[in-house]
C-alpha cells in the first residue's frame, strides 16, 4: 500500500518528525517553519496532509492555509492545525476557514495519527458518494437526451452536485451557481448560462420531452415549453435528494 505524504509545518516537536519517519503509513515530505517554504513546498510536493502550526515566520499558517486553498482548490491537502494557541477565536477562525481539525499542544502522535486515520476514512466515504451521485446525474441526462459532450451537459452535472450539496443556492443561480461553476472549469458566468441553455434546448429538439415527465412521474411539460436552467436543476437536484 502507497503511503500517504505528510508535510510538517513546524520544526519545534521533535516527537512528530520521529514518529512519522518511522511509519509504514505516512511519509513525511517536508519539515519547516517558514510560511513561504512552506507554501512554496506543498504546491510542488502535494501532500495529502498538512499539519501546521498558527504561528510560522514570513507567513501565518490562515495565509498559507488560504494561498494552498486558492492555488490548488480541490486538491489541497487536509490541514490540521497544532498550536498552543487554544483561544477559542483562533479555533473557530481555522474550522471557518477549512481546516479539517485544530489540536492543541502538547500533541501525542497516537492522536494525531488517529485524525488522520479519521479523515482518510471521510475522503473514502465521500470519494464513493460523488461517484453513485455521477452516475445518477449521468443516467438522468441520458435519458432525457443530453448529450455527454456537449459543454453544457459538465456545467449542468456541476449545478445539480452543487444543489443537492447546498439546495439554497438555486435561490441565487445568477450570483452564486454560474460564477461557481464559471471558476471550476475556468470559464465565465455567460459561457455557463448559455452552455447551460443549449444543452436543454438539444434535449428538446431529440423529442424525450416524455422520458422527463416519466422520471418525475408528473406531466411537467409539453413541446411546446422548456424548463428554464433553474428549474431543471432543482427538478433533478430534488429527484436525487429524495432518493438519498
Known amino acids: 500500500m502507497e503511503k500517504q505524504k505528510i508535510y510538517l509545518a513546524d520544526t519545534e516537536d521533535k516527537t512528530l518528525v520521529d514518529y512519522f519517519r518511522k511509519s509504514d503509513k505516512y511519509s513525511l515530505v517536508g519539515i519547516s517553519n517558514d510560511g513561504n517554504e512552506v507554501l512554496k513546498d506543498v504546491l510542488l510536493l502535494k501532500p495529502e496532509f498538512l499539519i501546521m502550526e498558527v504561528m510560522l515566520s514570513g507567513m501565518d499558517g490562515f495565509m498559507v492555509m488560504e494561498e494552498i486553498k486558492k492555488e490548488m482548490k480541490e486538491a489541497a491537502p487536509k490541514i490540521i492545525f497544532i498550536s498552543n494557541l487554544s483561544h477559542s477565536g483562533f479555533v473557530s477562525k481555522a474550522i471557518k476557514e477549512g481546516a479539517s481539525y485544530f489540536m492543541v499542544k502538547p500533541v501525542l502522535p497516537e492522536n494525531l495519527e488517529q485524525r488522520l486515520k479519521d479523515l482518510s476514512k ?31 451537459y459538465q456545467f449542468l452535472r456541476e449545478a445539480v452536485k452543487l444543489a443537492v450539496e447546498e439546495p439554497e443556492i438555486i435561490g441565487s443561480i445568477t450570483k452564486r451557481l454560474y460564477p461557481t461553476i464559471a471558476e471550476r472549469f475556468d470559464t465565465s458566468s455567460s459561457k455557463v448560462e448559455r452552455g447551460m441553455r443549449h444543452a436543454i434546448e438539444v434535449a428538446w429538439n431529440r423529442g424525450k420531452i416524455e422520458n422527463i415527465n416519466s422520471l418525475f412521474g408528473l406531466k411537467i411539460y409539453n413541446s411546446n415549453e422548456k424548463p428554464t436552467n433553474g428549474e431543471l436543476i432543482a427538478l433533478i437536484a430534488d429527484k436525487m435528494i429524495m432518493e438519498g
Not at 452516475?135 to 441520458?142: A, C, G, H, R, T
Open 122 to 152: 471521510a475522503k473514502a466515504s465521500a470519494q464513493g458518494e460523488g461517484k453513485q451521485l455521477d452516475e445518477k446525474i449521468s443516467n438522468i441526462f441520458i435519458s432525457i437526451g443530453i448529450p455527454a459532450h456537449i459543454k453544457g
